[in-house]
DNA sequence: CTTGACTCCCAAAACGTTTTGGAGAATCCT
DNA sequence: AGGATTCTCCAAAACGTTTTGGGAGTCAAG
């Protein structure tokens, strides 16, 4: 309630001693410790925030832009991430704010907003471009930060991702296995390093197949941009038989063109990103997932570690992809 | 990237003048007014966040606790509405912090956290209890809040709410006027107002009908609470021919409990918050919304205008019911 | 008695802003 | 010309903490 002077007269002593008390350091008598921390409990005193962040140049503060833009927020899981992030953080006395990203505004303001501020000790990335201007400008700036998704950026940095990649190369070559030769790939935009990846990864095993890659379409990540993607693929002269969508919410864009057309139910179809929402589609949608669970406090951990200066080769977790298998994965498939 | 002191010295001027120069005071002239302006530019000049703050005596942050408990958090709207609040709150400033709550520790020992150590302007507090122990410590404490819920505090504070009386009972008279005379309701923990409310709403209509209220189960906020509430009303000897859920959550367990028993699938059944997923249950399940868009901007704007001093009385929100018709709310009635 | 070590405490500086209460110069009015 | 007013600017205080660099005492050893 009060602030340490305050305290300090009532107990005639120095703002010093008090300060050190509560502090626990050894410098003050244990009498005396015990004393002043009976009084401080009494009054119920905290350290005003603003004036410790001041002193101790630390914002005792994270924040995470919630990018606004295409693909909404993530997937539901978010929130609980963001959750599970600020309990962790909170543990260590950081508390973690949002901010989206309002309209007219790029990302990379906030960040400036933030850092040149010196509102926060660290950020928190969703959604990284191979080329992520945000990543540069909080490099160049020398603030820690932890990525959700790699980046192409000459320097390393600490980042948590899946294996998009392995992922999909494997998705791709179990179509293969149980008879599929035309797969298809519904990409999303090249620019997010997700996107990329999984694209490389059904590219990589089509190519040991020793299959023809020209079955691919791009869109947004987002069910109408799947629809479009996999309309565009089923258009082609000869369709493919098996869709490898990068993202659950176009996987479902592309079930609905799958329903448009005629023997579009005899197409299997796998997303990524284990939406709820999958379970619930005709049929059921076939997934993959990141493995790890409790992510949110494996990004607090990196976020501590960082701040407390360890080197970002030691801050990256590439975690394995795991397959959810459903229903849409296994339609029958016709001689071809 | 600099601070005051230094910009003043590059500009041969002293801090005062630089400070009031950024802030547009009129008490320094045009010409050094730009002059100031565009050095500071040049050198990416943002005030120290904490400085500012401790001598503001503002924090310029509001934060909101995440309810970890029973009941999850909220639909998944619910990262939108903070991502829109934090959005609207970032224009005047504040910055949005997310609080969850760990466990060992009560909601309230974070608001007293949060707000003794002067680290909030104002709190945001979702899913209020009737009596609710958070409200009356803010209250005493005199720190501006907004919750997402009436309480039944004597002194009034600020809130949204959807009317959730009117909700229920529009709900159980509809079913009343085609044909329904036992309808049971599924209600939730009856210390949270929302429950109460609701089942208020489900209790007056049947009163008006002339009609027993002896059909009500409670459970908890979730699938497992709304199925073991539901077997309750089915177990008994005249069962209900139609169900008013608390929470579509609680709703969706209730359909699994209809499945469980004969004739399960002729009972009606309707549930309260529109989840997505309620678009995918089998039957699709019918239900209700709080109207009104935006509700996150509507949260910063109550907040702000509680920080700026308004009295409770003009920021209290009710919102009106309404139906989400799907399919779950009309099953063909059977003769009695 | 002096010296050094140790214990317990404190005054003052510092963090970087905003704001108060003028000071000096120029301008205006009579 | 003399006083009042306006226009620019600034020194210093204040916000509430943490931390630095000792300062008194006390005690044991020399």
Redesign the interface.
């Known amino acids: 309630?009060a602030n340490l002077k305050q305290l300090a007269q009532s107990l005639g002593l120095s703002i010093t001693t008090v300060s050190r008390a509560l502090d626990g350091y050894a410098d003050v008598s244990a009498a005396t410790r015990e004393r002043v921390r009976e009084a401080a409990d009494k009054v119920?005193y905290?350290?005003?925030?603003?004036?410790r962040?001041?002193r101790r140049q630390r914002?005792e503060?994270v924040?995470v832009t919630?990018p606004?833009d295409p693909g909404h927020?993530g997937p539901?899981h978010?929130?609980?991430m963001?959750?599970?992030c600020?309990?962790h953080l909170?543990?260590a006395g950081l508390?973690?704010?949002?901010?989206?990203v309002?309209r007219g505004e790029s990302e990379l303001d906030i960040c400036?907003?933030f850092v040149?501020?010196?509102?926060v000790d660290a950020m928190l990335l969703v959604r990284t471009k191979r080329k992520d201007e945000r990543v540069e400008f909080l490099q160049s700036r020398g603030i820690p930060f932890v990525t959700n998704g790699r980046t192409e950026s000459l320097l390393p940095h600490p980042y948590i991702d899946g294996d998009g990649f392995a992922g999909f190369r494997a998705a791709t070559l179990r179509f293969h296995a149980v008879g599929h030769r035309r797969i298809g790939h519904v990409a999303g935009p090249q620019e997010y390093y997700f996107a990329h990846d999984r694209c490389r990864g059904w590219r990589a095993a089509m190519e040991e197949c020793g299959l023809a890659t020209d079955l691919c379409a791009e869109g947004a990540p987002l069910e109408q941009g799947g629809y479009l993607a996999a309309l565009e693929l089923l258009r082609q002269p000869s369709r493919p038989t098996a869709l490898v969508c990068s993202t659950d919410e176009m996987a479902i864009g592309a079930l609905r063109a799958l329903r448009e057309v005629d023997g579009g139910n005899q197409i299997s179809i796998v997303g990524h990103d284990d939406l709820?929402?999958g379970?619930?589609?005709s049929p059921p949608l076939s997934t993959m997932r990141m493995t790890g669970e409790n992510l949110g406090a494996s990004f607090a951990s990196l976020l501590l570690r960082a701040i407390a200066g360890e080197p970002a080769e030691e801050l990256q977790e590439l975690h394995a992809i795991e397959f959810v298998d459903r229903d849409s994965h296994r339609r029958p498939l016709r001689a071809a």
């Open positions: 309630m119920g905290r350290p005003n925030a603003s004036a962040r001041l914002a503060l924040a919630l606004s927020i539901p978010f929130l609980d963001l959750s599970g600020a309990e909170a543990a508390n973690l704010v949002i901010a989206p309002p400036r907003r040149d501020g010196r509102r709820p929402m379970a619930f589609t």
